[in-house]
């Protein structure tokens, strides 16, 4: 049994700073490509930014420049966040390929 184990959420005023990180537990603890998806109330569960075993990184357009994803080691993924804005307000969900979810941690930042 594999779980994903999230941490960092927080208040934040805008252009604050958070930094999410995640671990995975269990049988299975190497991964091929882990992540973050975020989800607002009232819309569907999004992708913020993955990141392969190898460093390949994606960023959703809304967050590049302004958030950071790394790895420091094949089962753990860390979200840096940066000018934080009241539009990035979501509870976070830590990814693990090929369907593996952490419970989710709230980010709410003030306007």
């Known amino acids: 049994q594999v779980q994903l184990v999230e941490s960092g959420g927080g208040l934040v005023p805008a252009g604050g700073s958070l930094r999410l990180s995640c671990a995975a537990r269990g049988t299975i603890v190497s991964f091929g490509t882990m992540g973050w998806y975020r989800q607002a109330p009232g819309q569907q569960r999004q992708s913020v930014a993955t990141?392969?075993?190898?460093?390949?990184t994606n960023y959703a357009d809304s967050v590049k420049g302004r958030f950071s994803i790394s790895r420091a080691s094949a089962a753990t993924v860390d979200l840096q966040m940066n000018g934080l804005r009241p539009e990035d307000t979501a509870v976070y969900y830590c990814y693990a390929f090929p369907n593996y979810w952490g419970q989710g941690t709230q980010v709410t930042v003030s306007s």
């Open positions: 990141i392969t075993i190898g460093g390949s």
